[in-house]
């Protein structure tokens, strides 16, 4: 009876059928609106030389840095950004071999432009440099050890499939008021964590 | 962990790492440059000096220097710049050439001319650093001259290596931190803790031997001893040709000693300049 019931409900079905009312919208994987935004931090590593006046006294360097930002939207962001870099003294003078840091902090605005995985952006921003030692001020370079900073610079960045996580190159170049005719190169590599 | 907690932790890495960094950070004082005419041993080896500014401690600094001192069990005053507070370490580059038209018409320029093709093509130098502490001066000329004798005798408080250049070539080098260190134990001991004992005399024992080879002349000196550090640091160059030094004190100021406050007020040591035993 059982097995009678069975086969009756089988053979009695009607065979379903889809059918399509309108052409598939494209899809977008992944989609970069499920991409957190917001608050974010970046961590960073990477070189940062100097050119003019500075540049024939010290070396390129080691830099690690850090930003902690904010997008208001998904194109512009605000961000502070701490740089500190390590460097040798170099050149014919009595002072080369000499080890110095350099840090950099600026405020800085962001916009940028977002193809699925990738973003392209550039920034710029102003702040303050400041030099672990005198020794510019005693080769006659620098009037203080801190001093004004301001320029820009751009990069690109890869967004991961997870929701929170990029990563990117970046460059930007500064001027340094306070160190005769100087500026520096700074290129990072970096990882971004947003929120 | 929360997302303020992550923040606030990123804040206090910032912060800890640039406080770090700031500690210890050297700071550099450039030398007077001066030129060695090449007169030979008959003149006075050519010199110059750089007294750093110290502040005076304060009362509650100087209360510690006394309790330390009644600590250490020694009756000796306790140096305010001390050797394990101030480090000092001399960076310098010595040039065998004549000196141009344009230094010698400045107003603080070399005196002496002097033909290139008149001078030998190599020459050598022997850079001498001494200096004074707060308690005593060493001075390497005067010592020379208080020996006599018909070739002077040249006993350097801190040495440094003979070295042999080409002309128009230059020699860049160091006195490190820790030939400060072995001088500024050496001076200490000539000026506060001398033994004149003939088996073990502090002069020139101290001078000839490195204290921790051989501590020949040290019979006198406490172990616990806090030793004063050169404040005054003097550079000599002895060569029979012209050459020209520059050079750049480098001080590590731990206890932050150095005058660089208009609040406070210089400290103005008066050591006491060393005499080798003939003139005594």
């Known amino acids: ?195 | 962990m929360t997302k303020h907690s992550r923040l606030i932790l990123l804040a206090l890495a910032g912060t800890t790492a640039l406080a770090c960094s700031e500690l210890n950070a050297p700071l550099y004082f450039q030398g007077p440059t001066f030129w060695a005419t090449g007169s030979g041993d008959d003149e006075p080896m050519a010199n110059s000096g750089l007294a750093l500014r110290f502040r005076n401690p304060t009362m509650t600094e100087r209360m510690r220097l006394d309790m330390q001192r009644e600590a250490l069990g020694y009756d000796m005053d306790i140096p305010w710049i001390s050797r394990d507070k101030v480090h000092v370490q001399v960076s310098y580059k010595v040039t065998y050439r004549c000196p141009t038209e344009a230094e010698r018409a400045a107003p603080d320029g070399p005196t002496f001319d002097c033909d290139p093709g008149n001078l030998p093509g190599e020459a050598s130098f022997t850079l001498i650093t001494d200096g004074a502490s707060e308690y005593a001066k060493y001075d390497t000329q005067a010592v020379a001259d208080g020996l006599g004798g018909d070739d002077p005798i040249f006993l350097p408080l801190i040495p440094s290596v003979p070295k042999t250049l080409a002309y128009g070539a230059s020699y860049s080098g160091i006195v490190r931190e820790d030939d400060f260190a072995e001088g500024e134990l050496d001076l200490d001991a000539l000026g506060r803790w001398n033994d004149a004992d003939p088996v073990s005399p502090t002069f020139a024992g101290v001078l000839i031997n490195r204290s921790d080879v051989n501590p020949i002349g040290l019979n006198l000196v406490p172990p616990n001893l806090v030793v004063p550090a050169i404040y005054e640091v003097n550079v000599r160059l002895r060569s029979g040709t012209p050459m020209h030094v520059e050079y750049y004190v480098r001080v590590r100021d731990d206890d932050d000693r150095l005058l660089h406050n208009d609040a406070d007020t210089l400290y103005q040591p008066s050591p006491t300049l060393f005499q080798p035993p003939a003139l005594m």
């Not at chain 1, 499920?34 to 500075?54: C, D, I, N, P, S």
């Not at chain 1, 024939?56 to 902690?68: C, K």
């Open chain 1, 1 to 195: 009876m059982a097995a009678a019931l069975a086969t009756s409900w089988l053979l009695g079905s009607a065979p379903a059928r889809a059918q399509v009312t309108s052409e598939p919208s494209a899809v977008i994987f992944p989609d970069p609106e499920k991409f957190a935004h917001g608050l974010f931090t970046e961590g960073e590593f990477g070189t940062v030389r100097f050119f003019g006046r500075a540049g024939e006294e010290i070396s390129q360097g080691f830099a690690v840095g850090a930003r902690l930002g904010y997008d208001i939207f998904r194109f512009f962001a605000i961000q502070a950004h701490l740089l500190g870099s390590t460097h040798q003294t170099q050149g014919d003078t009595p002072t080369a071999g000499q080890l110095m840091q350099v840090y950099q902090g600026t405020l800085e605005g962001k916009l940028t432009l977002r193809l699925v995985q990738w973003s392209f952006f550039g920034e710029g921003g102003l702040g303050a440099a400041r030099m672990s030692t005198n020794l510019l001020y005693a080769r006659g370079l620098a009037q203080y050890r801190t001093g004004f900073t301001a320029g820009g610079g751009a990069g690109v960045d890869y967004h991961f499939l997870s929701r929170h996580f990029s990563i990117g190159l970046r460059g930007g170049y500064y001027w340094l008021k306070h160190v005769t005719g100087s500026s520096d190169l700074i290129t990072t590599l970096y990882l971004r964590y947003t929120f």
